[in-house]
């Protein structure tokens, strides 16, 4: 139960994720000049990480009733440093993981952890589109012992060095398109022909639920480079095991009624305008 809570803790990201829109070859460039300039250590970044009730307690700027919040918020975020680095509002850190939560409600059987699904592919994509190593090296670990975890083929290794090429044989018409799709969102380059493919395949629903979780990813992308992230290999190794099919349908399983909760809150609401 103890490892199995741990990994849930893991993979909700969540994450993951987490790029800011600039091309990638700008952020870098903007990534060294800052980098000469800095002299934090490994692992610490522009905010402090927030993990310990010792921690929330420390916050001088909270108030009584924030700090609660912030103590119940490390029993229910993923325990990583991205979430671990919202600890300081604690009201937008369980804000940005009811988002997940609901997103991944909405798209469920999908799921970010599941290679090279929709998901997981715009997952990477938006990561890979923003240059922030943290992101990048989060989430291609976390696919590639799901690779392994899945027992998919040797050769499904070869795709997480091929996400800049979407045209490569590598890819089926689905993951293509979803690389281009993705793309085209960061980069304002959406054509009519790219639109019906994604329309077509997806449908309506899916389509605007699948640009909510790329807009999602992108929040976290912009939020990881503002804050300078960096990946740090001791505090976000997944042991082989971990994203084995069987866990992650019991953690999409889990919350899949999240949106059935979200429209009782929802009905709850006052009415706009009458």
Request: glycine share 6%; aromatic share 10%; hydrophobic share 40%.
């Amino acid at each position: 139960m103890e490892s199995y809570e741990k990994f849930v803790r893991s993979i909700l990201v969540f994450c993951l994720c987490v790029l800011a829109t600039a091309p990638v070859a700008i952020g870098n460039e903007i990534s060294m000049k800052e980098s000469r300039g800095t002299t934090r250590k490994p692992g610490e970044f522009r905010l402090p990480i927030i993990n310990t009730p010792a921690d929330v307690e420390a916050l001088s700027h909270l108030n009584k009733e924030e700090k609660a919040l912030g103590l119940e918020n490390l029993k229910k975020v993923p325990h990583t440093d991205g979430w671990f680095i919202l600890g300081s509002d604690p009201d937008i850190q369980a804000f940005w993981q009811i988002m997940e939560r609901n997103l991944t409600s909405l798209l469920y059987p999908d799921f970010q952890g599941i290679p090279f699904g929709p998901m997981n592919l715009i997952t990477l994509e938006v990561a890979r589109h923003s240059g922030n190593d943290y992101l990048i090296g989060l989430l291609r670990q976390c696919t590639a012992v799901a690779i392994g975890d899945s027992k998919m083929p040797f050769g499904a290794y070869t795709k997480l060095s091929l996400l800049e090429y979407p045209d490569s044989a590598v890819w089926n018409n689905e993951e293509r398109m979803t690389l281009k799709f993705t793309r085209a969102c960061l980069e304002n380059a959406m054509t009519d022909e790219l639109f019906e493919q994604a329309l077509e395949t997806w449908g309506e629903k899916k389509l605007l639920r699948l640009i909510s979780w790329l807009a999602f990813v992108n929040q976290w992308a912009i939020l990881e480079n503002v804050l300078d992230m960096k990946f740090v290999p001791e505090t976000m190794s997944l042991p082989s095991g971990s994203m084995s099919p069987k866990t992650v349908e019991k953690i999409t399983s889990n919350l899949k009624n999240t949106k059935m909760k979200m429209r009782e809150f929802w009905s709850s609401l006052v009415v706009f305008k009458e």
